[in-house]
């Protein structure tokens, strides 16, 4: 069984950087797509960013774009997400996914197979 493990969360000021990692184990790291998502108080799931298996193509929801990065390291197994300029607005439970499919991940429909436990981050204004 595929296991998902984050961590990088937590409280910053508005304008700052975090970085969440989020380590695959008991999987075979280069055959899944990646991908982000959070979910804000009240609001549904929302797509953020997805990552194929190969790292070499990326997809950004509008609202992250030319502010949050993501990379994979398939040395240790784990994809990032650089987060920098937060904003409030950014304030969120924030998971990592894991499908073979990159459609999937992308937020395109589908179950995604694996998630990571969703570390808090809160953007303080």
């Known amino acids: 069984q595929v296991q998902l493990v984050q961590s990088g969360g937590g409280l910053v000021q508005a304008g700052g950087s975090l970085r969440l990692s989020c380590v695959m184990s008991?999987?075979?790291?280069?055959?899944?797509?990646m991908g982000w998502f959070r979910q804000s108080p009240g609001k549904e799931q929302e797509f953020v960013v997805a990552?194929?298996?190969?790292?070499?193509?990326?997809v950004y929801t509008d609202s992250v774009k030319g502010r949050f990065a993501t990379s994979r390291d398939k040395a240790k197994n784990t994809v990032y997400l650089q987060m920098n300029s937060l904003k409030p607005a950014d304030t969120a439970v924030y998971y990592c996914?894991?499908?073979?499919?990159?459609?999937?991940?992308?937020?395109?429909?589908?179950?995604?197979?694996?998630w990571g436990q969703g570390p808090q981050v809160t953007v303080s204004s």
């Open positions: 008991r999987g075979t790291f280069s055959s899944y797509a």
């Open positions: 990552i194929d298996w190969s790292g070499g193509s990326t």
């Open positions: 996914a894991a499908d073979t499919s990159y459609r999937v991940v992308k937020g395109l429909g589908g179950r995604i197979a694996y």
